[in-house]
């Protein structure tokens, strides 16, 4: 399983991007796909999560209202939309995958990186004018 991430950019604050997360050929239907992020100088930040179904989401505090994960399994993509974005938003922008059995089984969060198995190399997201 190989992810990769597109949709990165500059962007002026208050603007907005649209993050995607595929598998080329292989299909995420049975997988919870989580999108992180990491700023310079800093942890990695786990910032939404959805699962296999696209039945239920989360979102960390500091991006609730403003972002919105979705996916669309015939297309193979999961989509990390980010409006009213703020110059903090800059950083690396990961997808991170995790089988629905394997998932279920372990006892970390939705948005803790030790919940996924698999990571797309990112996409750069930078806020600025």
């Known amino acids: 399983l190989q992810l990769v991430e597109s949709g990165g950019g500059l962007v002026q604050p208050g603007g907005s991007l649209r993050l995607s997360c595929t598998s080329p050929?292989?299909?995420?239907?049975?997988?919870?796909i989580g999108w992180f992020r990491q700023a310079p100088g800093t942890d990695r930040e786990g910032v939404s999560s959805?699962?296999?179904?696209?039945?239920?989401?989360v979102y960390a505090d500091s991006v609730k209202g403003r972002f919105t994960i979705s996916r669309d399994n015939a297309k193979n993509t999961i989509y990390l939309q980010i409006n009213s974005l703020k110059p903090e938003d800059t950083a690396v922008y990961y997808c991170?995958?995790?089988?629905?059995?394997?998932?279920?089984?372990?006892?970390?969060?939705?948005?803790?990186?030790?919940?996924?198995?698999?990571w797309g190399q990112g996409t750069q997201v930078t806020v600025a004018s």
């Open positions: 050929g292989f299909p995420l239907d049975y997988y919870v």
């Open positions: 991170a995958a995790a089988h629905i059995v394997v998932y279920g089984h372990t006892n970390k969060g939705p948005l803790d990186q030790e919940s996924y198995a698999y």
């Open positions: 959805i699962t296999n179904s696209g039945t239920n989401t």
